[in-house]
């Protein structure tokens, strides 16, 4: 299996950026596709970006596009979530997730079957 540990969140004014980062150990990195998600207090879990086990693909949710960039350095095993232009809306826990299956598409929670603690981002206005 492989653990997950995310970092990097924290609070920004609207407007600012932040990035998240994901450290992975255990099993190989780049035996996973990884994701990033988010959860608002009462709200499901959402997905935001996923990546390829390579780097090659990228896929986003519609919150985050034009905004957001995910990107990987597999030699550091790590995942990272570039956040710009920060809106209130984006407050949420950051959770960052591993599916195993490579090259698909995956958007819903269930399908990721790693996930780390989560850490808070916090937007105000």
């Known amino acids: 299996q492989v653990q997950l540990v995310e970092s990097g969140g924290g609070l920004v004014q609207a407007g600012g950026s932040l990035r998240l980062s994901c450290a992975a150990s255990g099993r190989t990195f780049t035996r996973y596709d990884m994701g990033w998600f988010r959860q608002a207090p009462g709200q499901e879990r959402e997905f935001v970006a996923r990546?390829?086990?390579?780097?090659?693909?990228?896929y986003y949710g519609d919150s985050a596009k034009g905004r957001f960039t995910i990107s990987r350095d597999n030699a550091k095993s790590m995942v990272y979530l570039q956040m710009n232009s920060l809106k209130p809306e984006d407050t949420a826990v950051y959770y960052c997730?591993?599916?195993?299956?490579?090259?698909?598409?995956?958007?819903?929670?269930?399908?990721?079957?790693?996930w780390g603690q989560g850490t808070q981002v916090t937007v105000s206005s």
């Open positions: 997730a591993a599916d195993s299956r490579r090259g698909v598409f995956a958007t819903s929670p269930v399908e990721y079957e790693y």
């Open positions: 990546i390829s086990w390579n780097g090659d693909s990228t």
